[in-house]
Structure formats: C-alpha cells, structure tokens
C-alpha cells in the first residue's frame, strides 16, 4: 500500500471514529506512521486530507450501491453497515464540524449526494416506468434517515425504510395502472 492510499484509509478510520475536529495532524500522522512533513506532501492540509477521504468513500459508496431495485437499493445499505460501521453519514457529519464553509467539502459532498439522488432516480425508472421527481425525493429521505436512524436503531431501520419504500413503488404503480 503506498503512503497516499494509506494515509487516507487511516484517515478515515479516524475521522470516522472520532470526528475530524477531534483528529489532530499528530494523530494522523502517528497512526499511519508517517511524519507531518510527508503527510503535507501527500495531502497539502488537513481539508484536502478530508476530501481526499470523503472523494474515496463516495467512489467506495457507490460502487456498492449499483442497484436497479429499491430493495437491492436497501440491501446495499445493510451491507455497507456490516462492513463499514453505521455512525450516520461521513459527508454531512464534515459538513457539519466545518460550518458548511470549508468549500473542498461543501464540493465532495454535493457531488456525492447528487450521485445519490441520480442513483435513485434511475431506481424509480426501473421500478415504475418513468420518472417521478417526488417518488424519488420521498426515497431519498427514506434512504438518509434510514442512514442516520441505524446508528441507534441498527438494522431495523433500513428494514423499516426498506418496508415503506416498497409501498411508495407499489402505490406509484398502482397509479399508474390505472390512469
């Protein structure tokens, strides 16, 4: 593993775990074992070390939630869990601790939640035959609050997203059956 790849994927770890106000430069540089001269050659400052992890995760993310169905849509969601932890979602907890005013994060998470939405978009196309900006939105509620409920809910809560948005699809096909 090169000194980039593991920077970051330590980075993450912690700021995951920890948050990122929390996680100092020493910390950092301690746990991946490299000296703050390298960790600033790598990175240029601790927001580009966030975005550098928050541009990784996403690609991670989304890699692992290719799905065409609502349920697959779901299913992805209880195993990035399992394997990932559920501490609620990374790129609003950074936007969060910096204000909203750090723009390389304010960048990396629009992107990556416009990469959501447009995933779910997609989703209710295959589902029900054609676009429909509200059924999506409502999904896309579904899918964040599930994220953030799991941290104290656990599974449950993406089972119970899961449930309603199902009935949001049928509903919407059943409208659609019959206009």
């Known amino acids: 593993m090169d000194i980039r790849t ?5 980075a ?13 430069m020493d910390r ?24 550098a992890v928050l541009n990784e995760r996403d690609r991670r993310f989304h ?10 849509l779901f299913g992805a969601l209880e195993t990035w869990f399992a394997e990932e932890g559920a501490r609620g979602c990374l790129f609003l907890r ?18 990556h939640k416009e990469r959501l939405r447009q ?13 429909d900006d509200e059924l999506a939105e409502a999904i896309l509620l579904l899918f964040e609050g599930a994220t953030h409920a799991a941290t104290y809910r656990g599974g449950a ?9 199902r009935r949001l699809i049928a509903g919407a096909r059943a409208e659609g059956s019959t206009a």
């Open 6 to 10: 593991r920077l970051i994927s330590t």
């Open 12 to 24: 993450e770890q912690l700021f995951d775990r920890h948050g990122f106000t929390a996680t100092g």
């Open 28 to 51: 950092l540089t301690q746990a991946a074992g490299i000296s703050s001269r390298t960790l600033y050659k790598h990175v240029g400052s601790k927001n580009g070390l966030m975005a």
């Open 63 to 72: 890699r692992r939630i290719d799905a065409v169905s609502v349920d697959a």
């Open 94 to 111: 950074a936007w969060g601790e910096t204000g909203g005013s750090v723009p390389e994060i304010v960048e990396v998470m629009a992107r």
């Open 119 to 131: 995933r779910i978009d997609d989703i209710v196309v295959a589902e029900i035959g054609h676009r």
């Open 157 to 165: 809560a993406v089972d119970g997203a899961r449930r309603a948005a």
